[in-house]
C-alpha cells in the first residue's frame, strides 16, 4: 500500500511512545479502572488509524491544493490578486476551523456577550487573513521575515499592555486553535506553492517556512485588537462552565463523539474542496488521473481528521484529566512535575500538525534537518512548559505573564542570532505545536490537576498551558539554528580556508559570502578543487 | 558508438578538457531514505569522496494504487564519486553489505565518465525521461506497458524562460527526471513505448535519453522465479554482432528522429554537419542558490535547457546531525548537449569560475529526443 505503509509507521513511532507512557503511570503511579484503560487504548487504536489516514490525506490532498493555489496566485504576476488572495484564503480556511468557533462560544459567554460568537470568529479569519497577505507580500517583495515578525510582536506587545489578562489567554487559544490539523498544512503548502518563485535563487528554502507562525500571529492580535474595545465583566474569569460527565461504558464516549466530529471535519475540509473545485474547474484542469489523488486526499483528511477526534476526545481527554487529578491527590509535587514533563514531551509529537511540519522540514531542507532532531528540541521545549504548567498550579502568585514575557524578550533577542531558515521554522512550529493532542490531553491533565489545589484557577491555569506550549518551540528551536551557526563556523575553521567559505550557507550572512568569496577563489585555488572537474 | 565517441575526442585537441588525470567515477545509489543513507556512509568509509544525497520517490505498480495515488514510497538517491578502477569493487561490497539482491532493496549503478575506459555495459543501460512535474507518473506507467521496470522519480526544475519575469523573479517550471535501469533490450523497448505515448507537437514536454551504465546491482527480475542478480555486472564493451546491431539500430532511429528535430530547428548547429551530432551529457555540481548561473552559461555557449536538482552533500562517513546542520545544500545542473557544446560551456564554467563548489561530470548519450515535434521555442 505503498503511502499507506510509510504513514502507518511514521504514526505508530510517534503515538506509541505516549500510549506506553500512559500505561507505565498507570501501573506505577496511577491505578485507572479497567473501563478506563479499555477507552484509552480504543482511543489510542483510532488515533492512530485516523492519523495515518489523516496524513496519506494530507500528502495526496491538502499540500497540492495549497501548492497549486499558492503558485497559481504568485504566477498571476499581479499583487493585487495575490494580496486578495492570501486574505481570502487565510479568512476562509480559519472560519472553517472548528475550535475556533467552539472557542468563540466559550468567550461569548465569559465575557458576557460582551463579545459576540459570531463578531469573534469573523474579527480573527480576518487577522490570520491579514497576516497570510502579509507573509505572501513579504515572500515576493523578499522582506524578512524577522522584520516582519518584529513588527508584529511589537504592536501585540503594546496591545498586551492595555488588555485584561483574559485576553492574553483567548489570544493564545485562538492562534492554537486556528492553526490547526488542517490549517497547517494547508497554509504551509501555500508558503511553498508561493516561494516557489524564490526557491531557484536562495540558498536554502528559507522562504517556505513562517507563514504559519505569522498566521498565528495574526489571531492573537485580533483578539487582542478587539479586546482594547471591549469591556469584560470583573467575575469573567470565575465563571467555568465544563462540566465532566464520566461514563462506565467502553464505547459511550465514542458514540457521544462521532456524528459531531464528523460534521466538524467535514467544516474543516470544505474550504479545501471549494478552493480545489474552483481552482479545478478554471484554470488547473488537471485531467483525472491527476484529479482523482486529491480528492481521495480530501476524502482521507476528512475521514482521518474525524477518526483521530474521536480517538482523542473518547479516550485521551477523560484519561489526561483523571491522572493529572490522581497524581495532584498523591500530594507529591516532584510526580506530577515529572509526568507533565514527559507528557508534554510525548504528546508533542504525536501532533498531527506537528507530524506534517517536521516532514516538511525533512524534505524541503534535503534531510540537512532532520525529523528527528527538530520533534526531540521540539519536545523538549514543549515538556519543559507543561512542567512549568504545573509549576504554576502549585505557586500561587506565578502569573502567566511573568513567565511569557521574559520568554518572548528572550525569543526577540535570539532571533537576531537565529538564521532566517530556522526562524521560520521556530514560529511555524510554536504555531503548531498547541494543537489537538496537546489542546485536550495536556489541557485536560493540567485543568485534573488544577482541580485539586484550592487556590489555582481551572480556566486561567488551563489557558495558560497553551500559551506556554506555543512560545516552547520559539526558544528551542531558535537554540537549533544558533547550534547550526556555530557548528558551521567550526567547520570552517577546521577546513581549508577558501572552500569553507563557499561552503557557508549561514543565513544571516550568506549574502555577502557568496560575492566576497567569489574573487578570492581565483586568486587562491583550493587544493580539493584541483580536478574536480572532469 | 562508442568508437565513434572516442575517435572524434582524438582528432579533436579541444576535447582534452574531458580527459583529466583523476576522473571519477559515479556510483549512484536509490533505496529508502535510511538504507541509502547507510550504503552512502558506508561507500564514503571505503573510499568515495563525496556522497550528494537527493530525495526522490518510488512507485509500487497496482491499478487502484495508482489511481487512488497510493503508488509512492519515499525513496532517496545518493551520487557518490569514486574511483573508476576501485568502483565495482566498492559496488560488490555494498551488494554484499546490504543485500542489495532481495526485492525491494534498492539498486546502485556505477557510470564512468564519457572517455574513460572501460566503456559502459551492453548488458544494462539506464533510461532517464525528463518531463514536466506530474508526467513522472504517465512516464512510469507507460514504460511498464512494455516491461515491468522499477522506476524511481526524481524532483526537478527546468530552466527559467527569461523574457518574462513575475515579481522580478524568473519562473522555472517544474520538472520530474524519471529513472529506468534495465536489461538493453528491455530499454529499447521501454524508451520506444514512453516515446510514443508522450511525443506531442506542444513545445516544451521534455526530454527522453538512454545512458550506459558500466555496473549495476541489485535489479529485481520480475520473473516468476523471482530470480535475482546477486552478481554485480560489469561488463566489457563484446565485440561481435551483438552490439554493432545495436548501434545501427541505435542510429537508426535517433537519425530519423534528429532529422525530424532538424527540420523545425534552423538554428540548430547540427545542421551543418552531415553527420549525426553526438550528444553528452553534463552534471555540474555547485552550492545552492547558484545553478543559476551555470545554466545561464551553458545558454550562453548554445545549451538549450538544463535541469535542476537539489540535495546535500555531505564527505564525511560518520554523519551525525550536528554534521548535517552544518552542512551545505548543492544544486546539481543536468545539460544534455552536443558534445561541441559541452566543452564550450565547461571551459567556460572552468575558465571563469562561475559557480562556487563546481564539481562536473561528462558522460555519454545515446538516443537523445525532445518530446515535441512541434515548433520549438
Not at chain 1, 559570502?513 to 587544493?527: A, G, I, N
Not at chain 2, 573510499?47 to 495508482?66: C, E, K, P, R, V
Request: hydrophobic fraction near 50%; glycine fraction near 8%; charge should be negative.
Amino acid at each position: 500500500m505503498g503511502l499507506f505503509t510509510e504513514k502507518v509507521k511514521e504514526v505508530l513511532s510517534s503515538v506509541l511512545p505516549i500510549t506506553l507512557f500512559v500505561i507505565i503511570l498507570h501501573f506505577i503511579a496511577t491505578p485507572l479502572s479497567g473501563v478506563m484503560i479499555g477507552q484509552f487504548l480504543i482511543g489510542a487504536f483510532l488515533v492512530i488509524a485516523g492519523l495515518a489516514i489523516f496524513l496519506v490525506g494530507v500528502d495526496l490532498g491538502a499540500t497540492p491544493i495549497g501548492e497549486h493555489a499558492g503558485e497559481r496566485l504568485v504566477r498571476t504576476g499581479k499583487m493585487s490578486w495575490l494580496m486578495a488572495g492570501g486574505l481570502g484564503l487565510g479568512f476562509l480556511i480559519s472560519i472553517a476551523e472548528p475550535d475556533l468557533q467552539i472557542l468563540a462560544t466559550e468567550v461569548a459567554e465569559l465575557t458576557g456577550g460582551a463579545i459576540g460568537k459570531f463578531a469573534m470568529v469573523i474579527i480573527v479569519s480576518v487577522g490570520v487573513g491579514l497576516l497570510v497577505m502579509t507573509g505572501f507580500w513579504r515572500i515576493v517583495r523578499s522582506v524578512k521575515l524577522r522584520t516582519v515578525l518584529w513588527v508584529a510582536y511589537f504592536i501585540i506587545l503594546i496591545l498586551a499592555i492595555f488588555n485584561d489578562p483574559i485576553f492574553h489567554n483567548f489570544a493564545f487559544d485562538a492562534s492554537g486553535a486556528t492553526t490547526g490539523a488542517i490549517t497547517t498544512p494547508f497554509i504551509l503548502a501555500l508558503a511553498a506553492g508561493v516561494s516557489k518563485i524564490t526557491a531557484v535563487k536562495s540558498e536554502d528554502a528559507r522562504d517556505q517556512f513562517g507563514l504559519v507562525g505569522l498566521a498565528s500571529a495574526g489571531a492573537i492580535l485580533a483578539v487582542l485588537s478587539q479586546g482594547t474595545l471591549v469591556s469584560v465583566p470583573a467575575d469573567a474569569s470565575l465563571a467555568t462552565g465544563e462540566t465532566v460527565a464520566v461514563t462506565h461504558s467502553l464505547f459511550a464516549p465514542y458514540l457521544a463523539y462521532a456524528i459531531p466530529t464528523f460534521r466538524d471535519a467535514l467544516f474543516c475540509v470544505a474550504p479545501l474542496a471549494i478552493v480545489f473545485v474552483i481552482m479545478q474547474l478554471k484554470v488547473l484542469k488537471l485531467r483525472r488521473h491527476d484529479s482523482a489523488p486529491i480528492f481521495f486526499g480530501l476524502f482521507c483528511c476528512w475521514t482521518g481528521l474525524a477518526v483521530f477526534t474521536i480517538g482523542v476526545m473518547g479516550g485521551f481527554m477523560e484519561t489526561g484529566r483523571i491522572i493529572g487529578s490522581m497524581l495532584i491527590d498523591r500530594g507529591q509535587p516532584w510526580m506530577t512535575l515529572l509526568a507533565g514533563l514527559f507528557l508534554g514531551m510525548l504528546t508533542v509529537i504525536a501532533e498531527p500538525a506537528v507530524l506534517v511540519l517536521t516532514e516538511s522540514i525533512e524534505k524541503v531542507t534535503d534531510g540537512i534537518i532532520p525529523r528527528k532532531v527538530v520533534l526531540t528540541f521540539l519536545a523538549v521545549g514543549v515538556g519543559v512548559s507543561v512542567a512549568l504548567a504545573v509549576v504554576r498550579i502549585y505557586v500561587e502568585h506565578l502569573l502567566l505573564w511573568h513567565i511569557l514575557l521574559p520568554g518572548y524578550i528572550l525569543i526577540m533577542i535570539m532571533s537576531f542570532f537565529t538564521p532566517e531558515l530556522y526562524l521560520g521554522i521556530a514560529f511555524d512550529a510554536g504555531g503548531v505545536a498547541s494543537g489537538p493532542m496537546t489542546a485536550t490531553f495536556v489541557l485536560a491533565f493540567t485543568q485534573g490537576a488544577a482541580r485539586g489545589v484550592p487556590y489555582a484557577n481551572m480556566l486561567i491555569d488551563g489557558f495558560g498551558v497553551i500559551a506556554l506550549v506555543a512560545m516552547a518551540p520559539l526558544v528551542t528551536l531558535q537554540i537549533l539554528g544558533i547550534i547550526s551557526v556555530i557548528q558551521k563556523k567550526k567547520q570552517e575553521r577546521l577546513s581549508e580556508p577558501s572552500h569553507a567559505a563557499v561552503t557557508s550557507g549561514d543565513s544571516v550572512l550568506a549574502d555577502q559570502t557568496t560575492e566576497s568569496t567569489m574573487p578570492s577563489r581565483e586568486l587562491t585555488p583550493p587544493l580539493k578543487q584541483e580536478g574536480d572537474d572532469v | 558508438m562508442m568508437t565513434n565517441n572516442t575517435t572524434c575526442h582524438e582528432t579533436n585537441v579541444e576535447t582534452s578538457i574531458f580527459h583529466t588525470t583523476d576522473e571519477k567515477a559515479i556510483l549512484s545509489i536509490i533505496s529508502t531514505p535510511k538504507r541509502t543513507e547507510a550504503m552512502a556512509l558506508f561507500a564514503l568509509e571505503h573510499g568515495a569522496d563525496s556522497a550528494l544525497f537527493i530525495n526522490a520517490s518510488g512507485t509500487i505498480s497496482g491499478n487502484l494504487l495508482n489511481l487512488l495515488g497510493l503508488s509512492s514510497v519515499k525513496r532517496s538517491l545518493a551520487v557518490l564519486r569514486v574511483d573508476i578502477e576501485e568502483s565495482v569493487e566498492l559496488l560488490r561490497k555494498i551488494e554484499d553489505q546490504f543485500t542489495l539482491s532481495r526485492s525491494m532493496g534498492g539498486i546502485a549503478w556505477i557510470q564512468n565518465p564519457a572517455t574513460a575506459a572501460p566503456p559502459p555495459s551492453t548488458e544494462y543501460s539506464m533510461v532517464v525521461a525528463i518531463v514536466n512535474a506530474g508526467e513522472g507518473r504517465l512516464v512510469v506507467e507507460q514504460a511498464r506497458r512494455s516491461h515491468p521496470v522499477g522506476a524511481s522519480i526524481l524532483e526537478a526544475v527546468g530552466s527559467a524562460d527569461h523574457t518574462r519575469k513575475t515579481f522580478n523573479f524568473e519562473i522555472v517550471p517544474e520538472k520530474e527526471i524519471v529513472i529506468i535501469i534495465s536489461k538493453t533490450e528491455e530499454c529499447r523497448a521501454v524508451r520506444d513505448t514512453i516515446y510514443q505515448a508522450l511525443r506531442t507537437e506542444k513545445p516544451g514536454r521534455g526530454v527522453l535519453y538512454t545512458t550506459g551504465i558500466n555496473a549495476v546491482s541489485g535489479i529485481y527480475q520480475h520473473n516468476d522465479d523471482y530470480s535475482t542478480f546477486a552478481e554485480p555486472h560489469h561488463l566489457k564493451s563484446k565485440t561481435g554482432v551483438c552490439e554493432k546491431d545495436l548501434i545501427v539500430d541505435e542510429k537508426a532511429t535517433s537519425q530519423k528522429d534528429l532529422l525530424n528535430e532538424q527540420d523545425v530547428k534552423s538554428t540548430s548547429a547540427s545542421s551543418e554537419s552531415p553527420k549525426t551530432p553526438q550528444y553528452v551529457g553534463l552534471i555540474a555540481v555547485t552550492d545552492r542558490g547558484h545553478a543559476a548561473d551555470i545554466v545561464a552559461c551553458a545558454e550562453a555557449a548554445g545549451g538549450r535547457g538544463a535541469t535542476i536538482m537539489h540535495g546535500r552533500e555531505t564527505s564525511s562517513p560518520f554523519d551525525s546531525w550536528l554534521d548535517k546542520l552544518a552542512q551545505s545544500t548543492r544544486d546539481s545542473v543536468i545539460i544534455i548537449s552536443e558534445e561541441k557544446t559541452a566543452q564550450a560551456i565547461l571551459s567556460e564554467l572552468k575558465a571563469n569560475k562561475l559557480a562556487p563548489y563546481l564539481r562536473t561530470f561528462v558522460f555519454d548519450v545515446r538516443d537523445f529526443r525532445l518530446f515535441s515535434y512541434g515548433v520549438s521555442k
